[in-house]
T-cell receptor
Framework: ETGVTQSPTHLIKTRGQQVTLRCSSQ?????VSWYQQALGQGPQFIFQ???????GRGNFPPRFSGLQFPNYSSELNVNALELDDSALYLC?????????????????FGPGTRLTVT | AQKITQTQPGMFVQEKEAVTLDCTYD???????LFWYKQPSSGEMIFLIY??????QNATEGRYSLNFQKARKSANLVISASQLGDSAMYFC???????????FGTGTRLTIIP
């Protein structure tokens, strides 16, 4: 059973540029969530993808967008990068079965991508 | 709106002692789950333990146990016989029914002293 992987590990971008972060979900999982963790803070929910569609979104502007592919892997895209976008971006995968389930959902996190915007 | 509060920014504990990390939460949903994650300096969030709002007994996973006091809306993590490898950030998180979003607290940095 493979765990959640993310690429790249580190990334340095300039303000105004665009970035794409990638996540491969754990084997058997069909749901991917993305979180932003600023330095010294807890992770903040960006959005979640289930069956290739966005399923819930946190308080992030539209320049944060995503995709989920048929193999359940996912991408996070951020346009027009700002200095405040510098953070650790975490991807988490989980399994959603049938109708939306109760609150027991162990989300397994990847190692994260550390993005620095200069 | 759901909210998680962790009031201990940092804790220092002697090796082999037990430690309790505090977490209080606020939600209007009767069905919810509470989680604890460990985040070492490498950055990966490691799932430790889960407690459902309807669970009658406190959750335990090895050296980890969750002291769930529903009326007080608290979900404290207890680590027994602490080890040097327990040094890390610890986050309490909550999810509500039908909602995949996890809401995290600000974390507690635990340092185990030899």
């Amino acid at each position: 059973e493979t765990g959640v992987t993310q690429s790249p590990t580190h990334l340095i971008k300039t303000r105004g540029q665009q970035v794409t972060l990638r996540c491969s979900s754990q084997s058997g999982h069909n749901t991917v969530s993305w979180y932003q963790q600023a330095l010294g803070q807890g992770p903040q929910f960006i959005f979640q993808y289930y069956r290739e569609e966005e399923n819930g979104r946190g308080n992030f502007p539209p320049r944060f967008s995503g995709l989920q592919f048929p193999n359940y892997s996912s991408e996070l895209n951020v346009n027009a990068l700002e200095l405040d976008d510098s953070a650790l971006y975490l991807c988490a995968s989980s399994f959603t079965g049938g109708a939306f389930r109760g609150p027991r959902y162990e989300q397994y996190f990847g190692p994260g991508t550390r993005l620095t915007v200069t | 709106a759901q909210k998680i509060t962790q009031t201990q920014p940092g804790m220092f504990v002697q090796e082999k002692e037990a430690v309790t990390l505090d977490c209080t939460y606020d939600t209007s949903d009767p069905s919810y789950g509470l989680f604890w994650y460990k985040q070492p300096s490498s950055g990966e969030m490691i799932f430790l333990i889960y407690q459902g709002s309807y669970d009658q007994q406190n959750a335990t996973e090895g050296r980890y146990s969750l002291n769930f006091q529903k009326a007080r809306k608290s979900a404290n993590l207890v680590i027994s016989a602490s080890q040097l490898g327990d040094s890390a950030m610890y986050f309490c998180a909550m999810g509500e029914s039908g909602n995949e979003k996890l809401t995290f607290g600000t974390g507690t940095r635990l340092t185990i002293i030899p």
